[in-house]
């Protein structure tokens, strides 16, 4: 793509994942991810990559496992009932600890919900959709930029750390259009597959001992001088199946623990006006857009009001949350939904602050006059029929 381009939020997800590498989609169509596998098809074969539309869900995101598993960088994407579908091909994932990128552009629910309506429900799908002790990274981009930058960062995580990894679009950012300065490509970090560095012979994928907790993985290029076994079972370091009880118990601890432990190169966040600020908001996704209006209403209104933005959403950003919570008050929570991350936020918060809530599952984005409403109510100044006559306009 030119440095600046005008494009919607599904197409530069789909021209990011290219960047990044990206040389494997599997995919079956659904509202609002569409214009996903609609660009890939098109381009992934002029780069010499694959594109495959499957029956369904649960046969696309297992063939994306199999690239993976061959050395291929892969994706997939879909929408809340098609993640459905594919939970069980992304606990296997997580158990082989294959490199996966899973774009969902979220829309309502359950079931078939709101084919074509905003919706930011699937938040704690991304986290515990799956069955079994695991974690998983989540990215949640909030501009048009954030598509193409968080895409390639989703790319990264996922091979660095392998294991697969979400990117939580939704309905109004996926479809949104606009003009994009995107970075030079000369200024993008790509990461590859690490690869082993022992003869064919002597590689296990789950060799901690030899390897320390990510062992390498063969690239496509590699991939054929090696041959190596994975199981959707706990398994040992040769990837066999394994009930040793102390091999299990070590095995699932350490993949939580890859993730953990290396929070601070995983988290990812933005303050906005907090070093001044009274009350401070939190919200993620596009819904942060209008977050940041509300705040810079209130601004004009005399009440110093700011704004933090988890970018990467799992693992939960807890401890910026705690901080958080230690200098404010009041903690005003605003998502497209009746109340998924502001549990987190309460968990992390531990009764510090007082958590208020701008909720909404109505199918249409959260105005920002919503949130400042509420903000005004939080600081004591409200001012009710010139709000309401915004909320409503």
Known sequence: MPDVTIASGNELV???????GCRFYAGYPITPSSEIPERLSKRLPELGGVF???????????AALGASYAGYKAMTASSGPGISLKQEGIGLACMMELPLVIVNVMRG???TGLPTRVSQADYMQARWGTHGDHLIITV?????????TETIRAFNLAEKYRTPVFILSDATLSHLHGRVELPAAASLEIIERRQPSVAPADYYPYDV????????????????RYRFHMTGLNKDKGGFPTENPT????????MVAKIMDDRKAIDSCEYYRLDDAQIAVVAYGSNATAARVAVDDARQRGIKAGLFRPITVW????????????????????EMNLGQMVYEVERAARGQAEIITVLQAAGTPIRPAQILQQIQVA???FVGDSIRREVLV
Do not use: H, W
């Open 247 to 254: 091999i299990v118990n070590a095995d699932e601890k350490r």
């Open 315 to 334: 693992p939960f950003p807890e401890a910026q949350v705690r901080e958080l919570a230690g200098r404010f008050s009041k903690i005003l929570v605003t």
């Open 109 to 111: 629910g359950p079931s």
């Open 52 to 62: 495959m539309q499957f029956e369904d869900e649960i046969a696309s995101v297992i």
């Open 209 to 224: 001992d030899r390897f320390g907790s990510i062992p390498p993985l063969p690239n496509r290029d590699n991939f054929p």
């Open 14 to 20: 789909a021209e990011a994942a290219l960047v990044a």
């Open 140 to 148: 949640a981009p909030a501009t048009l930029l954030e598509c193409y």
């Open 379 to 381: 600081a004591g100044k």
